[in-house]
């Protein structure tokens, strides 16, 4: 890899270092912290696509329906779908390794679908910011904010507790390994390269949502999902 690749690589991870420690600071005022996020979750999806998290899906009605020849065949497409997504990882890195981020990006500059993102996420973060400023914050503490920044909640079955903090939302979910495998999710991997086995849940009425914190504990309050488990703010 070329010089500039690895000095962008340096700085890559020193911003996002930087991001990770800034982020969790009572100072920063909310709408902050919302533009901020939104500006990152336009360029970091998630690592499944959207066909193979369906095909998961898909997958678990057919076992839940006892339609073994039906997850067989899914589970073919399934295996077929992540080769060829491999097939374009693979391409990608090969990519990467030839040309620096910065020239990639620029040769996508005049694409359709790459403005589509770039400026939806500029109309994003203008409308937020117009927002934000609009309407300020009421004049709060920073030790308000700094512990509603770190509310915790007290998840319980069958006479066991396990405590799960409604962190940032780029916290790593391996973090809280403890109450997600409480709740009966799968990690991959030890130690800091842990991570979850499937990256949505069902509720009750068959809705595929996001593991996330936020996502979890509205599930538990509302009682759409988890059955047997209570949830209380501490």
């Known amino acids: 890899m070329s010089d500039s690749n690895t000095a962008e690589s340096v700085v890559t991870l020193s911003s996002k270092a930087e991001y990770e420690n800034s982020i969790n600071l009572s100072q920063h005022v909310p709408q902050a912290k919302t533009i901020a996020e939104m500006v990152l979750d336009a360029f970091q999806s998630t690592r499944e696509s959207d066909q193979i998290r369906e095909l998961r899906a898909a997958i678990r009605q057919a076992h839940d329906r006892f339609d073994d020849d039906k ?122 390269e842990a991570e979850l086995e499937s990256e949505s849940f069902l509720d009750s009425s068959g809705t595929e949502h996001a593991v996330n914190r936020k996502n979890i504990i509205t599930a538990l309050q509302q009682q759409t999902a988890f059955d047997g488990y209570s949830i209380a703010a501490q």
């Not at 409604?166 to 495998?181: G, K």
């Open 71 to 192: 997850a067989y065949e899914l589970m073919g497409e399934l295996k077929q779908l992540k080769d060829a997504e491999a097939a374009d990882i693979a391409a990608l890195e090969d990519l990467s390794s030839k040309f620096s981020i910065s020239r990639i990006l620029s040769s996508f500059k005049d694409d359709p679908a790459f403005q589509e993102i770039v400026y939806g996420l500029a109309l994003k973060v203008l409308n937020q910011t117009h927002q934000a400023i609009s309407n300020p914050t009421s004049g709060k503490s920073k030790t308000a904010r700094a512990k509603k920044d770190v509310e915790v909640f007290t998840i319980s079955k069958d006479g066991i507790s396990v405590t799960l903090p409604l962190r940032t939302p780029r916290s790593r979910l391996n973090v809280d390994r403890e109450a997600l495998e409480f709740l009966g999710f799968t990690f991959v991997g030890e130690g800091d």
